[in-house]
């Protein structure tokens, strides 16, 4: 039985993130961070902090403020206050963090290369 792809890439994705300049980052923290860049680039309207708590998937509402903490302090996201409504609080990711992701990107398409006969390019799951 040959190389399972799965085990494949999850072993680099690991590498990859574990080689970034992201690396500092725990589990919780560099999921919400890629939901924050994926939101930022597939929703026109701003990704405000009441969305993040709902959205984000991480169990408990302390423990989503503090990885959005993590990553203001990193400077991967900038925390703002509505112009509209100042009880509400918007978050943006910086310029950093969309770089970070790109990189990281890179890296994937790099790697696929080779494995383009495995059919994975262009797909969406």
């Known amino acids: 039985m040959g190389k399972n792809l799965w085990f494949e890439l999850r072993a ?3 590498r990859a993130v574990r080689e970034s300049e992201l690396r500092a980052l725990d589990a919780n923290t560099f999921g919400l961070l890629e939901w924050l860049v994926d939101q ?3 929703q026109k ?3 405000y902090m009441q969305q993040v708590v709902m959205e984000s998937k991480i169990a408990s509402p302390a423990t989503t403020l503090k990885c959005v903490g993590v ?3 990193a400077d991967l996201v900038t925390v ?3 112009p509209k409504d100042a009880r509400r609080r918007v978050i943006r990711p910086t310029r950093r ?3 970070a992701m790109e990189a990281l990107g890179r890296r994937a398409e790099e790697w696929l290369g080779p494995r383009q006969s495995v059919g ?3 797909k969406t799951f």
């Open 12 to 14: 680099f994705m690991k």
């Open 40 to 42: 930022s680039q597939t």
């Open 45 to 47: 309207d701003p990704i």
């Open 71 to 73: 990553l203001e302090e």
């Open 80 to 82: 703002t206050t509505d």
């Open 97 to 99: 963090a969309l770089a």
């Open 120 to 122: 994975l390019r262009g």
